[in-house]
């Protein structure tokens, strides 16, 4: 999807159409524009562009604190109207899902035609301000890549034929992959293109990378299809920016606790015990912060929460600005041994709390310890978790 979140503001806002808008987490020049619309882009704005640059680079941005629930439900809404028109293999992000295509369907003009479909699908059912690039390719990789080469609304696909020649025309950073510490590794070995990478030996690009990721970027860029790696979830996190209100220490601390409470709510529903929990803060001007330490598995809010505000006490001084937790060291529930100083007429009393918030709505039922944060830390999406509708 096309500049995702800004036009989903456009599409419930016919006023916004045609005018660059740029949506933000909290309306503060030092925090970054989370999505910028095409107009926007136009100008030189950028996600992650800071609001107080995006001002001077354009005057007339307006910009949007966004609701992050009409996100998820344009999305879901996206999902049928693409299915509509092909399977759905993985849905990857809030803004980006892949289809396969199979037997006649992989014929250019066919594969063109089908693109041309999902676009009028998603514009006819979901909303006209809606565009999406499209890329095919012998591979999910490539096809990413494809995807990204026109925007916006563009379609492009990457054959066989193609390869490697009509990628040398993109840089380096143009790959997913390659951020700017990759991108400094390979300058170091005199590889400034994607000429001069896709020349690479095997054996080169794994030294390069100096892991196995090296040989299989070698294979992918040759179009080559690999398995599908299963990873094991090790955390569950949640992170929020402050709004100029909050950036004190009881305010931030308010915050943290509403994300941690959040963080062991999800625990819960995916099935994990965890047996760390990890804090950090992020100052205005100054290294960020972080502390961390281990607890017996639990699924319990009030034992993180008791956690957080022991490793509060070593906070150093400083502007804050941002405020996270991380719950680790995740055990599915099924391997959970419970231990011998563990409660469980408390454990019941958990579930019996995650239950009543289900049927009577979030937050119905909620800890003392969090009844100052109340509509703090609202819904955030990160574009490779999708929250689930309960959560909204």
């Given at each position: 999807m096309n500049s995702f979140f800004a036009s989903v503001e456009q599409e419930?806002?016919?006023?916004?159409?045609g005018k660059p808008v740029a949506v933000v987490p909290l309306h503060a020049d030092t925090t970054c524009c989370i999505a910028v619309s095409c107009e926007g882009k136009a100008w030189g704005v950028k996600t992650g562009t800071k609001v107080g640059e995006a001002k001077r680079l354009c005057p007339q941005m307006q910009f949007i604190e966004g609701d992050h629930g009409?996100?998820?439900?344009?999305?879901?809404?996206?999902?049928?109207?693409?299915?509509?028109?092909l399977p759905i293999e993985s849905v990857c992000s809030i803004d980006e899902m892949a289809c396969r295509l199979t037997g006649s369907q992989q014929d250019l003009k066919t594969a063109e035609a089908l693109a041309v479909q999902i676009k009028s699908t998603i514009r006819s059912r979901v909303g006209s301000s809606l565009r999406c690039s499209i890329g095919a390719a012998p591979n999910r990789y490539l096809a990413k890549i494809a995807g990204d080469m026109k925007k916006p609304d563009g379609f492009t696909a990457i054959r066989p034929c193609d390869l490697p020649q009509i990628l040398h025309q993109l840089r380096l950073r143009?790959?997913?992959?390659?951020?700017a510490k990759m991108e400094s590794r390979l300058n170091q070995k005199h590889i400034d293109s994607l000429e001069k990478?896709?020349?690479?030996s095997p054996k080169e690009m794994s030294q390069a990378w100096g892991s196995i990721g090296g040989e299989e970027m070698w294979?992918?860029?040759r179009g080559e299809e690999l398995p599908e790696k299963t990873t094991e979830q090790k955390s569950i996190s949640h992170s929020h920016v402050l709004p100029p209100k909050l950036r004190h220490e009881p305010g931030a601390q308010q915050v943290l606790k509403k994300l941690t409470a959040k963080a062991a709510t999800r625990l819960r529903q995916e099935g994990f015990f965890a047996s760390g929990i990890k804090i950090f803060v992020r100052f205005m001007g100054q290294d960020a912060w972080k502390a961390r330490?281990?607890?017996?598995?639990?699924?319990?809010?009030?034992?993180?929460?008791?956690?957080?505000?022991?490793?509060?006490?070593?906070?150093?001084?400083?502007?804050?600005y941002a405020v996270g937790v991380v719950l680790t060291g995740l055990v599915p529930?099924?391997?959970?041994?419970?231990?011998?100083?563990?409660?469980?007429?408390?454990?019941?009393?958990?579930?019996?709390?995650d239950r009543l918030n289900e049927k009577f709505g979030k937050d119905a039922v909620h800890y003392g310890a969090v009844h100052e944060s109340?509509?703090?830390?609202?819904?955030?999406?990160?574009?490779?978790r999708i929250p689930d509708e309960s959560e909204v």
């Open positions: 419930m806002n016919p006023s916004l159409r009409n996100y998820i439900k344009y999305h879901n809404q996206i999902v049928e109207a693409v299915e509509s028109c143009d790959l997913p992959g390659i951020g990478l896709c020349s690479m294979l992918l860029l330490c281990g607890l017996l598995e639990t699924q319990d809010t009030s034992a993180f929460i008791n956690a957080i505000g022991t490793l509060w006490k070593e906070l150093p001084a400083g502007s804050i529930e099924a391997f959970h041994a419970p231990s011998l100083f563990e409660d469980q007429r408390r454990n019941q009393l958990i579930k019996t709390l109340a509509g703090l830390a609202p819904l955030r999406i990160a574009f490779t």
